[in-house]
């Protein structure tokens, strides 16, 4: 790739740096995978079933991963072929299946956990300050992404209903009521089994408080 092709300003040099780390994160999951005989999104979906703990519906795992809705069906279909899920009927509406781990997918899934090492070990190498600040415009680009529908809404912290953010994380931490723990900005979870969305006005709150922290 030529230098500066996706521009010359800030904008265009982080673009090409996260376009960079994607190359690595597609090639390392795929030697990973390779290993494993599966497919990344098998991975992925594995990891993503793991993360629930519990059953998912095949069109939440296709929200969820960003996946068609085929070809959602056949990563599980394949999953299932091998014995790491299992589909059984829902609790809540006995016509729709539910997709859950086998206790092999659950030590598949486990493994799966291991091919973002390499990217843990970079990031590793950076000062606590530079995390915090990597981890902050990480959610902010996610969260502006979610908001033009790029990709799918997360279950995480800063749109929670029970978060209550702090204008001074450093001085004084989050606070989520619910599990009563408090939280430096790098604690926000991005996936957490209890979340609970917030309304409208509760996010926006939240939101500003965080984007307006120097
Ligand atoms: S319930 Fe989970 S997502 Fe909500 S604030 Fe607490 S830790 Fe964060």
Redesign the pocket.
Do not use: D, Q
């Given at each position: 790739m030529s230098e500066g092709v996706y521009g010359e300003q800030a904008t265009g040099r982080v673009t090409h740096g996260l376009l960079r780390l994607s190359t690595a994160m597609r090639s390392q999951a795929w030697e990973w995978a390779e290993g494993a005989g599966l497919t990344p999104t098998q991975g992925e979906i594995l990891v993503l079933l793991m993360q629930r703990r519990g059953p998912m519906r095949l069109g939440e795992i296709a929200r969820e991963t960003a996946l068609t809705a085929a070809t959602t069906s056949d990563a599980v279909s394949t999953l299932e072929g091998k014995g790491l899920v299992e589909k059984r009927r829902a609790l809540d509406d006995g016509r729709a299946l539910a997709v859950r781990l086998t206790a092999r997918g659950r030590t598949a899934a486990k493994k799966a956990l291991v091919w973002p090492e390499f990217l843990s070990k970079a990031v590793g190498t950076l000062k606590a300050d530079e995390q915090t600040q990597l981890y902050r415009s990480l959610l902010k680009t996610i969260r502006q992404l979610e908001v033009v529908q790029q990709i799918p809404p997360h279950?995480?912290?800063?749109?929670?209903?029970?978060?209550e953010a702090s204008k001074n994380p450093k001085k004084t931490p989050?606070?989520?009521?619910?599990?009563n723990?408090d939280?430096a900005d790098t604690d926000?979870?991005l996936d957490?089994?209890?979340?609970?969305e917030g309304d409208l006005s509760k996010q926006k709150k939240n939101w500003k408080i965080f984007a307006q922290v120097a």
């Open positions: 279950r995480m912290c800063l749109s929670c209903t029970h978060l989050h606070h989520c009521t619910l599990l723990i939280m926000l979870r957490c089994s209890v979340y609970e």
